[in-house]
């Protein structure tokens, strides 16, 4: 008796998510026709998707698949996912530590308390590429480092936000082993997975 296997070649992605762009293919929105989307960017293979999000304004590291199971591994608990985040006033130990340690949070309209993270001060922030946000004369600002194991909708900027710190832009860096390094907006590179 003689099977027949198929082996399927799947492909991921990693990109550089600019400011300003979608994390998906295709617009069904009516009211958000002019928004721009993924795939403006490269030609990506059909069946694409995004491995989790990243909203309109924010930007970073984004995960590319065709493959289900590789998506719904690096979504796990299991995995981390590091944010770099400029807010508006100067960040205070005492801030860093209540980030650490769960806040409570509102999602789709009811409480949740968010799980401990890790959260520390970045000092050098020549890694992330330049982008004007607003004039130094609003005041000053704090870059910090958040790391998650979850990712709720607009997650790591209520956090900020709920602590008086609002984000003024945040750049997703890592996503397990896979990191955004030296890339720049816009860009792709193709991974294996």
């Not at 799947?10 to 009211?31: A, D």
């Not at 806040?103 to 949740?112: A, D, M, Q, R, T």
């Not at 020549?126 to 870059?143: A, C, L, Y």
């Amino acid at each position: 008796m003689f099977y027949n296997l198929v082996v399927v070649k799947h492909s991921c992605f990693k990109i550089y998510k600019p400011y300003g762009y979608l994390s998906q293919f295709v617009n069904n929105q009516n009211k958000r026709r002019n928004k721009k989307l993924l795939n403006e960017l490269y030609e990506f293979p059909e069946g694409i998707m995004a491995v989790g999000r990243l909203d309109e304004k924010s930007e970073g590291l984004l995960l590319l698949t065709t493959d289900g199971k590789f998506s719904n591994h690096i979504t796990s608990s299991k995995i981390e996912k590091e944010y770099h985040v400029l807010v508006d006033g100067v960040i205070t130990q005492n801030t860093i530590d209540k980030l650490t340690k769960g806040l409570e949070i509102s999602v789709n309209g009811k409480p949740y308390l968010t799980k401990n993270c890790k959260a520390k001060l970045l000092n050098d922030t020549s890694h992330i590429v330049e982008r004007f946000v607003r004039d130094s004369k609003h005041g000053p600002t704090s870059w910090l480092s958040i790391t998650l194991t979850e990712g709720k909708f607009r997650q790591v900027r209520k956090m900020t936000a709920k602590l008086g710190y609002p984000t003024l832009r945040l750049v997703r860096v890592r996503i397990g082993d896979y990191k955004l390094e030296t890339m720049k907006p816009a860009e792709v590179i193709e991974i294996s997975c």
